[in-house]
């Protein structure tokens, strides 16, 4: 994932590979957090986590737009 000039660019893993394919994360913007120690995932790591809400049948994405400055933090 890019989080632009400041934090560069970090491998997320997200858990939804059931519920949603690559492309519906091309090109869009979602939140993240970042300042999580990374944790080891089987044979790699993940360096942050992505919010999601709770829905009733699989994790509902929370799209920002486009607009939303790449990197920017939520305060």
Do not use: C, H
């Not at 059931?18 to 999580?36: G, I, S, T």
């Not at 992505?50 to 009733?56: I, N, S």
């Amino acid at each position: 994932v890019n989080f632009g000039e400041e934090l560069g660019q970090r491998t997320i893993f997200s858990g939804v590979k059931k519920w949603y394919a690559p492309e519906d994360f091309l090109q869009k913007k979602f939140l993240f957090v970042v300042n999580l120690a990374p944790k080891k995932m089987g044979e790699a790591v993940s360096q942050g986590m992505m919010l999601m809400m709770d829905a009733e049948d699989r994790p509902e994405l929370i799209a920002l737009p486009e607009s939303a400055p790449v990197g920017a933090a939520v305060g």
